[in-house]
């Protein structure tokens, strides 16, 4: 997966190796008898002679001053973007922690398993991002994003190559953008690289409001995890009973709105919670005559628990969907 193998990376590596193809360098100018122009040069190609160093540290004055301008520029397109994505990313943050929840588990050795999650962030980005920021904020960050990397090949070709072809190199560089420049479709490289920025930046928003939520969230242990999705039902306008305890059946609370009454299993689960929650859900229905049966996680399912949930008509929720859960659309 791309994203994978450049997430922890910086997205543009830069230029370290000079161009092929230089013109010849500068070369010291011949001797003249007593001619008096010892700091003279002269180019390899070219009779008029030209003060060497005079003229470089003209060119290189230049080349950092266009620098220092468009990496101003640069980092305002850079924070335009990254407040594009992230107005994406609070918009679907529910969601998006859902599936953080979901999805990073610990393999046999306590590490963190994030391939699914890496998934749920490219999909994210392919359907969300590159559809909902407009194609200008791209297309101004690429165009500085761009100039920076050629500015920095002009500055490797300025240590050896022709004065002329160095400004001409510089004077393309600095040209104006066309004026349908922010509204030109992307190509494959552009793609990529907004592909790679936009995915670390709902990566790094995403675990940075996800820290806040889960210290809200592991701050309870069972008990008062029960005790929150009660609270959190009841500012719904459910009217709620918590059951929970050796004789509870299976339901820790129940909930009635609008005819519905649905039994509750809470739990509180470091990792995915199996089956056996969601039999013990559907045993409480019928226990305690409720129409509706739920499983409330914050660790999400396994597959077999969502298989279960299908054949036995248990719904499944993260504990980021109880104050939306609705039982009208619960109807068999």
Known sequence: MKFIRGIWQSIRPRAVEKPSGQQPPLV????????????????????????ASDRAADLRGRIKAA?????????ANTAELERAVRECTIAHQAALHRLRRQTVTLDEFGKPEV??????????????????????VFNRWLRTDATLLNLEQVAIQARGA????????????????????????????????????????????????????EQEIEAFDGPSFEGMCAQILASR????????GSGDQGADVLAERDGC??????????????????????????????????????????KSAQR?????????????????????????
Not at 164 to 184: G, N, Q, V, W, Y
Not at 237 to 244: D, I, L, M, T
């Open 308 to 332: 279960a949930a299908q054949a036995n008509w248990v719904v499944l929720l993260d504990v980021s969907q109880l104050g939306e859960f609705d039982p009208s659309q619960l109807e068999r």
């Open 67 to 75: 620098r220092k301008s468009v990496e101003a520029v640069h980092a």
């Open 237 to 244: 306008g459910w009217s709620v009973r918590c059951v929970g």
């Open 115 to 136: 391939k699914a999650w890496i998934e749920a962030i490219e999909r994210f980005v392919e359907r969300v991002v590159l559809q909902d920021v407009p194609m200008p």
């Open 162 to 213: 022709h004065a002329e072809s160095t400004e001409r190199a510089l004077a393309k560089c600095m040209r104006p953008p066309r004026s349908d420049a922010d509204s030109i479709p992307l190509g494959p490289i552009g793609k990529s690289l907004i592909w790679n920025r936009a995915c670390e930046q709902v990566f790094r928003s995403v675990e940075e409001t996800f820290a806040d939520s």
């Open 28 to 51: 010291p100018e011949q001797s003249h008898g007593n001619s008096g122009q010892e700091g003279a040069t002269v180019r390899a190609d070219e009779s008029t002679p030209v003060l």
């Open 261 to 302: 009454r649905c039994a509750f299993q809470c739990k509180f689960y470091s990792k995915p919670v199996g089956n056996d929650a969601v039999q013990e859900a559907a045993s409480a229905r019928a226990y305690h005559e409720c129409t509706h049966a739920a499983v409330v996680s914050k660790s999400g399912f396994t």
